[in-house]
């Protein structure tokens, strides 16, 4: 099984400052066939479902904020969210949809300081 | 616009069954991949089972082998998750999520039903 771990557990930031967050896969999910990095993120709100917010790594999805940017390739990702907003106040986890079990990181908690 | 709707969490006791629900609408359930993800209480995500979309291939987290089955019934647009022989350790909320068309992220997920495992 491919192991996603993330880091850190958990940060703070400042209103307007920027959150880096970092997803490690224990074996590259890069497949060679079509250059593609099998990697989403995902945001899950208190008491919501999660919900996908970029796929193939660095892929935003149609209405998710510009200020959210994911990047990376092979084993290491990650997810970098600018201007961080009081909304994106969130647990954050990367999935990798290379193989099965599509494993998950263990989620990224973000919070304002 | 998409809805998956999850129904059939209660509480049980341990070495009980349960069987879940997911009730698909507003997109093109016969095509579609389907997942089940599970999250204990204050827990992480985990991915449990995936079913292909004519219901003949089916993968398994390893602790949950054996025991769950996933399934579907294209006619109704419902997916199914059958839970054996439940432990306390499979106490979760239990969310149904659509495959990405062409891609294999989750981009749909219901609002979870929750299963409780208490004796």
């Known amino acids: 099984d491919i192991v996603m771990t993330q880091s850190p557990d958990s940060l703070a930031v400042s209103l307007g400052e920027r959150a880096t967050i970092n997803c490690k896969s224990s074996?590259?999910?890069?497949?060679?066939?079509?250059?593609?990095?099998?990697v989403a993120w995902y945001q899950q709100k208190p008491g919501q479902p999660p919900k996908l917010i970029i796929c193939?790594?660095?892929s935003r999805e149609s209405g998710v904020p510009d200020r959210f940017s994911g990047s990376g390739s092979g084993t290491d990702f990650t997810l970098t969210i600018s201007n961080v907003q009081a909304e994106d106040v969130a647990v954050y986890y990367c999935q990798q949809y290379y193989s099965t079990p599509r494993t998950f990181g263990q989620g990224t908690k973000l919070e304002i300081k | 616009q998409v809805q998956l709707v999850e129904s059939g969490g209660s509480v049980v006791q341990p070495g009980r069954s349960l069987k879940l629900s997911c009730a698909a609408s507003?997109?093109?359930?016969?095509?579609?991949?389907m997942h089940w993800v599970r999250q204990a209480p204050g827990k992480g995500l985990e991915w449990v089972a995936v079913i292909s979309s004519d219901g003949r291939n089916e993968f398994y987290i390893d602790s949950v082998k054996g025991r769950f089955t996933i399934s579907r019934d294209n006619s109704k647009n419902t997916l199914y998750l059958q839970m054996n022989s439940l432990r306390v350790e499979d106490m979760a909320v239990y969310y149904c999520?659509?495959?990405?068309?062409?891609?294999?992220?989750?981009?749909?997920w219901g609002q979870g039903t929750l299963v409780t495992v208490s004796s």
């Open positions: 999520a659509r495959d990405l068309p062409l891609a294999g992220a989750l981009d749909y």
């Open positions: 507003g997109f093109t359930f016969t095509t579609s991949v």
């Open positions: 193939w790594a660095s």
């Open positions: 074996q590259s999910v890069l497949y060679s066939s079509n250059n593609k990095n099998y």
